[in-house]
């Protein structure tokens, strides 16, 4: 029996969350469809979604999509309250109690560039 393209990757896939996780692909669509088809954080689809974990307790939280995982969710090392915080704080812009009518920059300041360290070649023998 041949199998296409989409049933060979399916089934990586599947073999994968079994491998890691110890979750079945069919788990995982499940979660996936219960949200919408779409990352809860990012509010987007048609991304690469993730399997998304706590890593103290290894309870599944849901599925969120690869870019959300790695900067906004895991950036915050399952210190949810860091992320309860960081939403108070951009909605609430703090600098509003100081200067009510506002401070607004006349332009985003540029971007500084990080000197990358020249790597030694010397042999090690």
Avoid: W
């Amino acid at each position: 029996m041949v199998q296409t393209p989409e049933e060979r990757k399916r089934k990586a896939k599947d073999r994968n969350l079994r491998a890691r996780y110890g979750v079945t692909l069919e788990q995982f669509e499940a979660i996936l469809e219960a949200q919408g088809n779409i990352c809860p954080v990012c509010e987007e689809s048609g991304k690469v979604m993730c399997l998304d974990h706590n890593h103290k307790t290894l309870k599944v939280r849901g599925v969120i999509c690869l870019n959300c995982n790695l900067r906004v969710v895991g950036g915050a090392r399952d210190q949810d309250h860091k992320l309860v915080n960081a939403a108070r704080y951009v909605t609430s812009n703090p600098a509003d109690l100081v200067f009510p009518e506002g401070i607004y920059l006349e332009k985003n300041p540029p971007k500084k560039r990080r000197k990358r360290r020249a790597v030694s070649r010397r042999r090690i023998n």
